[in-house]
């Protein structure tokens, strides 16, 4: 597999859009981003790696963090079933 210029958390956090997203039901958002390439980002748990169209995800109160140390990838099919986009 082929792997995206963004392989550490301080690359995507710059040069992904990211857009406010809420969970269904009622939770704490998220702020995510979709990635349109295969990438690998570094969590405090270990590398994680993504495919095509998948989303990376931090919590919503990491918002102002541009290197949070929470960070994890959601399937697009599980990102779009759990969560809703939030209108500015």
Not at 35 to 42: A, K
Not at 50 to 78: M, T
Request: charged letters at 30%; a positive charge.
């Amino acid at each position: 597999m082929e792997v995206g210029k963004c392989v550490r958390t301080r690359c995507w956090t710059r040069d992904l859009p990211w857009g406010r997203y809420a969970p269904r039901p009622d939770a704490e958002g998220v702020m995510a981003a979709q990635v349109t390439h295969p990438f690998r980002v570094e969590a405090k748990w270990g590398t994680l790696s993504g495919k095509v169209g998948d989303y990376v995800a931090k919590n919503f109160r990491d918002r102002d963090v541009a290197y949070p140390e929470d960070v994890w990838i959601v399937d697009q099919e599980l990102f779009r079933a759990t969560y809703e986009p939030v209108k500015p």
